[in-house]
C-alpha cells in the first residue's frame, strides 16, 4: 500500500457510514451477543437484543419471529445474477445449506445479500429515522459543525460540548446526557481531546486528565481478502457507468446491485469455538472495481499485480472475510489539534501465534474447492494469477505463497470496533458500561461501534444500528 498505509475511510455524513457502506445487513450469530453478556454486559444477550434488531426493519422477506415488519428502516433481499447462481450451486455441491434467511434462526450456509434498501436505492438510517421527522418542534440538526471538545465540569460532570461551524466556535450545554455517536474513530478521538483516555498518552500532548481511560485500545477489525478472481467462459453483459447511473435514476427496481455483493455464505471450520458459529464470511463482489487502487490505497505495483479490468464481464470475484480476530490494534492522537487526523493502527495479522492469518489462508483454500465443483469446471472457472511483486520467490500457491499475499493485499473490511469498548469494569479496558455511560463522568453516554465489545459475525452495519435504538431505550429507563 502507498506509504504502508491502508485507507480507513468514515461516514462524515448524516447518517454515518451507513449513507457510504456497502448496504450489507447481517446482525451476525446469536453466539456473538451471548458472549458480550457473558463477558459481564447485562441487557445484551441475544436474547435482550433480538427486540432491538425487529424495532428498527422492515424486512421485505419471509415472516418469522426473528424479523421486524413495523420499523422504519427499510431492508430487501437481493436480487441473482450469474455470479450469485454458480455461486450457490457450487456450494450446494459442496453440501452447504442454502438459507432463506441467514439473518434468523440458523447463520451457516448461502443466500442472498440482505441490503439496507427501498425499492433498491440506499436506504441510510438518516433517510430512515431522521426524514420523516425533520419538521419536529424539539429537533434541529446541524449540519458542517465538527464538535471539538465536550465540555466537562469540576466534579466530572459532562454539560454540553463546543463545536466549530462556518468557522465559528460555539457552545451547546445540556442538563440530561450527552450521547456522542461519532463511530469507533472519532468517537474515542473526541472522549481524548476532552482529556478523557490513557492518562500517559494525555499528559504526552499536554492535555488535562479527566479520567484515565483505556479509550483507543483494543481496536478490532475484521480483515478481507478480496484477490481471488476466476476467469470463466461465458461472458456478462457489461454496463458502463453512464448506463448503471441511467438505470438508477429511471428505474423504482434494485439498480443498486451491480455494485454490491449479492451473494454470501456463512462457513464453520473445525476451528469453530462451537457448533453453528462462523469463522469465515464469502462474499461476491462486483468485478468492475476500477477505483481499487483509491478504495484500498495500493501502490502501483499492487494494482497491477491485481488488475481486474482486462475482461470484468468474463470474471467471478469472491471475497474473504476472517469474522473473529485475535489481532488488537489502536488509536492515539497525532496531537491536541482536534483537526489533526488521529493515528490509527489496525494491527491487522499481528497476533503472536499467527492464528488469523492461518484462518485466511484455510479460508482461501476453501474458496479453491470451488473450483473442483461442476458448476465452475462447467464455465472453465481457472484462477486469475494474481501474484503480487514480493512473492513471486515463493512456490505458486503454497502456504508460504499465500502468507505472502495476504501480508501485502489483505485489508480491513472497515469494520472498526471496541475502541471505547463496553464493559463492566473500567479495570480491565471497558471506557462504557452496559448502560453505555462513561466510567467516571457523568451524563456522558456514548453509543455507537465503537462500544461493541468483541467480534460480530458479520458486517457492523446492523448491531450499529441496533445499538441505537437500544441506546434510546436506556436513556428513556425503559429497559
Known amino acids: 500500500m502507498k506509504r504502508q498505509q491502508c485507507a480507513i475511510p468514515r461516514g462524515k455524513v448524516l447518517g454515518g457510514s451507513s449513507t457510504t457502506n456497502a448496504l450489507i445487513f447481517t446482525r451476525g450469530n446469536k453466539g456473538d451477543y ?274 481486474r479490468f482486462d475482461e470484468p464481464n468474463r470474471t467471478l470475484t469472491y471475497n474473504i472475510i476472517g469474522l473473529h480476530p485475535k489481532s488488537r490494534g489502536f488509536l492515539r492522537l497525532k496531537s491536541a489539534d482536534p483537526f489533526e487526523y488521529p493515528l490509527i493502527n489496525l494491527n491487522l495479522l499481528s497476533d503472536e501465534g499467527n492464528e488469523d492469518i492461518e484462518l485466511m489462508y484455510q479460508g482461501i483454500q476453501m474458496m479453491l474447492e470451488l473450483l473442483d465443483t461442476q458448476a465452475l469446471k462447467r464455465i472453465d472457472a481457472k484462477l486469475k494469477d494474481s501474484t503480487h511483486p514480493s512473492c513471486r520467490s515463493f512456490e505458486y500457491l503454497s502456504r508460504d505463497y499465500w502468507y505472502c499475499q495476504l501480508r501485502y493485499l489483505a485489508a480491513s473490511m472497515f469494520h472498526s470496533i471496541a475502541t471505547c469498548k463496553m464493559g463492566p469494569n473500567p479495570k480491565r479496558g471497558a471506557v462504557v458500561s452496559p448502560e453505555l455511560k462513561v466510567f467516571g463522568i457523568t451524563n456522558l453516554r456514548v453509543a455507537d461501534a465503537s462500544v461493541i465489545p468483541s467480534s460480530i459475525s458479520g458486517h457492523t452495519n446492523a448491531p450499529t444500528i441496533m445499538i441505537g435504538e437500544k441506546a434510546a431505550d436506556l436513556i428513556r429507563n425503559v429497559c
Not at 433480538?50 to 422492515?58: D, H, I, V
Not at 440458523?106 to 427501498?118: E, P, Y
Not at 424539539?138 to 460532570?157: D, G, P, Q, W, Y
Request: proline share 3%; net charge neutral.
Open 34 to 307: 451471548d458472549k458480550w453478556a457473558s463477558q459481564g454486559n447485562y441487557g445484551w444477550s441475544y436474547k435482550d437484543v433480538l427486540p432491538f434488531f425487529k424495532k428498527s426493519e422492515n424486512f421485505v422477506g419471509p415472516t418469522s419471529e426473528y424479523r421486524g415488519r413495523d420499523g422504519y428502516l427499510n431492508i430487501e433481499v437481493s436480487a441473482s445474477n450469474l455470479q450469485t447462481d454458480v455461486f450457490f450451486e457450487a456450494n450446494r455441491e459442496l453440501g452447504r445449506k442454502e438459507l432463506v434467511d441467514y439473518n434468523g434462526k440458523d447463520q451457516i450456509g448461502f443466500g442472498n445479500t440482505q441490503l439496507n434498501t427501498l425499492r433498491g436505492r440506499r436506504h441510510s438510517t438518516s433517510g430512515a429515522f431522521l426524514l420523516p421527522i425533520l419538521n419536529r418542534s424539539n429537533l434541529e440538526i446541524l449540519t458542517n459543525s465538527f464538535v471539538i471538545k465536550i465540555l466537562i465540569s469540576k466534579n466530572k460532570r459532562a454539560f454540553g460540548v463546543l463545536f466549530s461551524r462556518n468557522g465559528k466556535l460555539y457552545v451547546a450545554k445540556s442538563r440530561k446526557d450527552i450521547v456522542i455517536s461519532a463511530g469507533s474513530i472519532n468517537s474515542p478521538q473526541l472522549l481524548m481531546l476532552s482529556g478523557i483516555g490513557p492518562k500517559d498518552h494525555l499528559e504526552e500532548l499536554g492535555i488535562r486528565v479527566v479520567q484515565d481511560l483505556h479509550v483507543g485500545k483494543n481496536l478490532e477489525d475484521h480483515v478481507v481478502y478480496t484477490y481471488l478472481d476466476f476467469f470463466t467462459n461465458f461472458t456478462v453483459p457489461e454496463q458502463s457507468i453512464e448506463e448503471l447511473l441511467y438505470t438508477y435514476l429511471n428505474s423504482d427496481g434494485s439498480p443498486s446491485n451491480p455494485f454490491n455483493a449479492q451473494g454470501m455464505v456463512f462457513i464453520e471450520t473445525k476451528l469453530s469455538t462451537k457448533s453453528g458459529y462462523p469463522d469465515f464470511e464469502f462474499v461476491t463482489s462486483s468485478n468492475r472495481l476500477d477505483i481499487v487502487d483509491k478504495y484500498w490505497n495500493l501502490d502501483q505495483q499492487s494494482i497491477d499485480a491485481v488488475r
